[in-house]
T-cell receptor, first 113, second 113 residues
């Protein structure tokens, strides 16, 4: 079936380094993608999104890259900070689907001093 | 602008009971989607409501139901609770377009004993 999966369950990164979190999706009909950050005891928090007609989008310290050819999505966090420690999810929306996103398993990012 | 609110934040129930969870979307948002989050299955889509109508439904048994009121507030109900229903239940609100950004609430942690 369709799935959105993350390549690495845990990513350890040193404070100040850049982080890259990867995500694979399987459905070519996905038209919209969102990255969320979830801290312990909280709901997922919107980070950045990208539509399927784009291949790159930048926010504050974050960049999302979309490669539709290989169905791959990545989130880059620049100058990672301790507050970036959390679980990161990619989510994709299927064209013609109302209000439903498919979520990956999540990647735990641990920032070490 | 106030975010998505969910009540209660924590619930403990026993098998066979039923439970009702509430979600108030961001002001102006008319769509509410519900998700179940468990360690084993991740985030799974339950259903989506817009203008008091269910527009989409995930693969959950009929014990899971929902509704939406004219002010866009939504409730979900789980009847005949099972141990496996223990999870974090998240609601997300959006304006209601087909591929629209979803913003999540803090969730309701349900424990079934």
């Amino acid at each position: 079936g369709e799935s959105v999966g993350l390549h690495l369950p845990t990513l350890s990164v040193q404070e100040g380094d850049n982080s890259i979190i990867n995500c694979a999706y399987s459905n070519s009909a996905s038209d919209y993608f969102i990255w969320y950050k979830q801290e312990s005891g909280k709901g997922p928090q919107f980070i950045i999104d990208i539509r399927s007609n784009m291949d790159k989008r930048q926010g504050q310290r974050v960049t999302v890259l979309l490669n539709k050819t290989v169905k791959h999505l990545s989130l880059q966090i620049a100058a990672t900070q301790p507050g970036d420690s959390a679980v990161y999810f990619c989510a994709d929306h299927l064209t013609d689907s109302w209000g439903k996103f498919q979520f990956g398993a999540g990647t735990q990012v641990v920032v070490t001093p | 602008k106030a975010g998505v609110t969910q009540t209660p934040r924590y619930l403990i129930k026993t098998r066979g009971q039923q439970v009702t969870l509430s979600c108030s979307p961001i002001s102006g948002h008319r769509s509410v989607s519900w998700y179940q989050q468990t360690p084993g299955q991740g985030l799974q889509f339950l259903f989506e409501y817009f203008s008091e109508t269910q527009r989409n439904k995930g693969n959950f048994p009929g014990r899971f139901s929902g509704r939406q009121f004219s002010n866009s507030r939504s409730e979900m109900n789980v009847s005949t609770l099972e141990l496996g229903d223990s999870a974090l239940y998240l609601c997300a609100s959006s304006r209601g377009d087909r591929a629209d950004t979803q913003y999540f609430g803090p969730g309701t942690r349900l424990t079934v004993l």
